[in-house]
């Protein structure tokens, strides 16, 4: 019988396999919603590994908090490395096509672009700084970030703070575009540290005003995206100065993660937990979804086949409901992050959701393999936004949050000889 360690470990597997796999190939060295997912889910698995044994952690975790989740995990991995590989055999003749037309979107362009739309960096700074003023001059004083937190999450916006708040999202997405754009830039020719590290800074004040880490991973994917895509379209080489920083970059912000974690939390807290604990965040997802398998067995509820999923900003879930009312009395379980296995197992149950992210993983990384060349700015938006979605996928609800982007890149569409020339 295969216990939680054994699936975990085949799950390790197929996602490394396949990971290693794409990395020998040049073309598919790439951040593509193939090398992100099986890099998410390989980490995932290692994490919720060293958990059941005591690694990280102790005491260990009791591995029935994973016992229903971890062979689907499984499974959804095997599902979605199918489809990855079917999007590539699809898209294999039309991309040497393309490979052999390609024109190169022109470095005055992209200068252009990013000189042009700087003040969308500019203006997330300056929300940034009027949302700490708000939480300031609402608590008069802050003795250390945990205690900034919690105010942060359960101040209550109203008047002009609940439109800077609202604000604050949108341009938070258009800020992400431009760092996709900067990274593509740069991957042309090269990584201007110091560039990237304003870009990052200005873009991150929003997230850091509410005391988040989030703010860490939304911003140096987008960049690595664009870098990766840029470097692999132009031909140009990853020579050692560029290895240098972008390893620097990578490792200031893993350590400032676990940092910013930490800080968070209370002295006891930080007594009894090191420096790899906060990363378990990226298990409560999983963990979660363990809790909605055992408590709605398949079969069990009438499916709502895309309601929880895909419509979920226009018609309400009555699962999602159902199982936020049941955790109601816990405010820990009512805040902790959801996975986006739950609204998939919502809408199709526990085989059609594993079937549905294999499909969706294979439209994201078509999508993406048919972008690959494309020679135009909103192009190069759209395929970083899709290359880096399911990242979040152990955490969020990757359709619900992708949603507003996708929304803003049709605009951009709409308006693109206008805005882009």
Known sequence: MMTTFDWLFLSVTVNSVYLFVCLRQKSKRLILPST???????VVSILMITQIEGIIQQPALNPSKFKSVAPMIFWMSVLSVIGFVLAHIATEQKLEISKNNFKEISISKLDYVLAHYKWVLYLCF???LLMFYFFYSVSGSIDNLSEYRMLALNTKRTGW???????????GILGSFYLIVLGYRHGITEINFRQVVVAIALFSSINMSIGGRLWIVQAILPYMAGYFWGLNVSGSKFDWNNIKKMTLLAVIMIVLFSILGNLRSDEEYR?????FTKFLYYTDGPRMTNMVLERYPDETFDLEYGCSNFLSQWVESPMKQRFQDSISHDIGLSVTVRSTIPPL????????AIIA??????????????????????????????????????VFEVIQIAMPSLEWILI???FRKG???
């Not at 609940?162 to 604050?168: E, G, I, P």
């Not at 197992?345 to 059609?352: A, E, L, P, R």
């Open 36 to 42: 992100i997912t099986c890099f998410t889910w390989m």
């Open 126 to 128: 300056i929300i940034g």
């Open 161 to 171: 703070m609940a439109w800077v708040q609202r604000l604050s999202g949108h341009i």
């Open 271 to 275: 007594k009894k937990h090191n420096f």
């Open 345 to 352: 197992y919502y809408d199709f149950g526990y085989i059609g």
């Open 357 to 394: 992210w294999g499909i969706i993983c294979f439209i994201l990384e078509l999508s993406c393999m048919n972008l690959m060349y494309t020679d135009n700015v909103v192009g190069v938006i759209l395929f970083g936004t899709l290359s880096i979605i399911n990242f979040q996928s152990p």
């Open 412 to 414: 951009l569409f709409i």
């Open 419 to 421: 805005l882009f020339g």
